[in-house]
């Protein structure tokens, strides 16, 4: 099993800023698709954005399309979700989610491995 870390979530004004981070102790994420999404009380998890292996063509939600940033650091076992112009309705707990497939999943069930998740909390 494949264990996951998230973190970098608090408590931001809408407009600021935060990065998360997913970091995987002690395996390589190299050969997995990386993605994050996000869920909030009474509804399903949703898709945020998505990289592959290749680093290459990041997929995003269009909700976050222009302000999220995915990026990946194979050499720390690590993945990056950069979000900028943060608005109240980014508000929920965020999870990182990671898949040994190519391509660029953007569903939930085709993830195998997932964090434990990290709140993210945007006032307005």
């Known amino acids: 099993q494949v264990q996951l870390v998230e973190s970098g979530g608090g408590l931001v004004q809408a407009g600021g800023s935060l990065r998360l981070s997913c970091a995987a102790p002690?395996?390589?994420?190299?050969?997995?698709?990386m993605g994050w999404f996000r869920q909030v009380p009474g509804k399903e998890r949703e898709f945020v954005a998505v990289?592959?292996?290749?680093?290459?063509?990041?997929v995003y939600a269009e909700s976050v399309k222009g302000r999220f940033t995915i990026s990946r650091d194979n050499a720390k076992n690590t993945v990056y979700l950069q979000m900028n112009s943060l608005k109240p309705e980014d508000t929920a707990v965020y999870y990182c989610?990671?898949?040994?497939?190519?391509?660029?999943?953007?569903?939930?069930?085709?993830?195998?491995?997932w964090g434990q998740g990290t709140q993210v909390t945007v006032s307005a």
């Open positions: 989610a990671a898949d040994m497939r190519w391509g660029t999943p953007t569903r939930t069930y085709e993830y195998d491995y």
């Open positions: 002690g395996r390589t994420l190299s050969n997995y698709a």
């Open positions: 990289i592959g292996w290749s680093d290459s063509s990041p």
